[in-house]
């Protein structure tokens, strides 16, 4: 074929035609997938402001434990961290491929890891906001103090949470057929655990099978070396829990496999009437 | 590629799902700079074609080509290929939360040798709507940002989906101009669609398909002289009646606009029959018209009779 020509454009220069860098396109990717995430109200509320109404809610009837307010804290930050990597990014995914927005991506020249690589970062990046401010938040209101090894733990902690979270999200898509259905599944799969996890306050009477379940599923892990950092007083590190990194990690390796596996770039084909 | 090289290939194309063959033992070729359409009813497998060829589908047996490689190439050479390749989906496929310049500067990024995307917004006829996010704009203007990522990359070939369906005339005709800015600078296009005449508008070739499989494939001007039948409309005179007509047309007459309107497959006997009845009668053949066989005549034929003209 003939070079393509334009109106108003001369033909291009042949050495202009390497694909663009991937550092290029996984930085458009992040930016692109962040602005999504910021223009969606509704996950905003949930990550950012529910936790923060919460922790503000809760401190009309402040205990005086200090371990029981890092608890409500560290369960806030993560109810808000959890939100958005899991449902957010979630519900954004189902609602792409619903609307053809995924298989359009499939069809240009972007490679696939750039395109989850920079959905994965911008949501771990927008779901450690969210709990920057509801700590934040929580050390204005209650006897949670910081300091810079405390900060650094919860990085940690939150940042593998978030990936745990997002891995496993991306990997829930394939049971969810439609946008529609997305909200009832993500919330009937989440909640629970959030719950029995102490995410939204201790769990009184919670059978010990339940206590020993939750440790290994991945909010409890998260919620415990966050309350553990949050109460730590000495100089330095607080120790992190290697059993709650481990599931955690355990989680986020799970999550991508399964995701390699099972992710769905299109929607189902009705089986009784396919389309031609 | 030289100006005569074949930019998509398809032979003997099988696309079963399960036990449903949506596409049986179809094969065409689309040379270079060529703009083809596909036409055919619902479930005749204009979708699952096009499908397969931009990669979405893999084929069930037959071999596809698109650029002279596999559509569903992976890797460096894939990407390479895709970077070539531009399409529009059935239905619009776009972030309603981005603006318009957004989305089109978002996949300009994307590929080695982009147009420019306030170039791209002008050709779509959106700059007055470069900063709206693309959820309060209509159905016809959505289309049209759908069509401004299709060719953002400056494809070499162009595939769309049934691109104007569910738009307004207006809408549609502002699509096909910018299509046919497109073909001006050379880009091959395989369209899909419904509507006769965008086929007849925008399409070099005409390919039709009926139950998965090709039935004609051809110029529109073949298509039409091969399945179509002219029409002779002549409004009767007053006090003249169907009973006045010789047999043969009589049958044809529409009594409420009392009008002869007789699909003729003979012209010149049927033509004979009309003026010899009016030199008997002295009537006046002013008003008298012969229309050539429409495409969409043609079409109707060969989609509902099924015989394979290719």
Known sequence: MSELTFPGHTAPDKTASALPATGTLLLSQIRYQMLLLMRSPRGMLFSLVIPVLLLVLSSSRRHPDPQLEAALVAGLAAFGLIVTAYISHAIGLVTGRQDGVLRRWRATPLPTWCFFAGRIVATVLTALASVAIAVAVGTAIYHVHLTGGIALSLLVIFLLGALAWAAIGTAVTALVPTAQSAGPVLMVTYLPVILFSGGLGSVSAEPGWLATVARYLPAEPIISSATRALTHTGPGLSLISGRDLAVLAAWAVGGVLASAVFFRWDPVRPRHAPSR | ?310
């Open chain 2, 1 to 310: 590629m030289t100006a005569t090289s074949i930019a998509i290939e398809v032979e003997h194309l099988v696309k079963r799902f399960g036990s449903f063959a949506a596409v049986e033992d179809v094969s065409f070729d689309v040379p270079a700079g060529q703009v083809a359409a596909v036409l055919g009813p619902n479930g005749a497998g204009k979708t699952t074609t096009i499908e397969v060829l931009e990669g979405f589908l893999a084929p069930s047996s037959g071999i596809v080509r698109v650029l002279g490689a596999d559509p569903r190439q992976g890797g460096r050479a894939g990407r390479a290929r895709k970077a070539r390749v531009g399409l529009v989906l059935q239905t619009t496929s776009l972030d309603l939360q981005l603006t318009v310049a957004e989305a089109i500067t978002l996949y300009a990024g994307l590929f080695p040798r982009p147009m420019a995307p306030a170039e791209v917004i002008e050709m779509i006829d959106l700059v007055g709507d470069a900063q709206t996010r693309i959820g309060a704009l209509s159905g016809g203007q959505r289309r049209r940002v759908d069509l401004g990522l299709g060719i953002i990359g400056r494809p070499e070939i162009l595939f769309l989906d049934e691109p104007t369906t569910g738009l307004d005339p207006e809408a549609r005709r502002e699509l096909w101009a910018v299509i046919q800015s497109l073909v001006a600078g050379g880009t091959t296009v395989l369209l899909t669609t419904h509507y006769i005449e965008e086929a007849q508008r925008l399409a070099d070739r005409v390919i039709v398909l009926d139950e998965g499989r090709v039935v004609a494939d051809a110029t529109p001007d073949q298509l039409r002289a091969r399945g179509g039948t002219p029409v002779i409309r002549y409004h009767l005179p007053p006090g003249v009646g169907a009973g006045d007509l010789p047999a043969v047309l009589a049958g044809h007459v529409d009594p409420v606009r009392n009008e002869l309107l007789l699909p003729s497959p003979d012209l010149t006997a049927d033509l004979d029959a009309l003026v010899g009845w009016a030199r008997r009668y002295r009537a006046d053949l002013t008003g008298l018209e012969v229309t050539p066989p429409s495409l969409e005549d043609a079409y109707l034929s060969l989609t509902s009779e099924a015989p394979c003209l290719s």
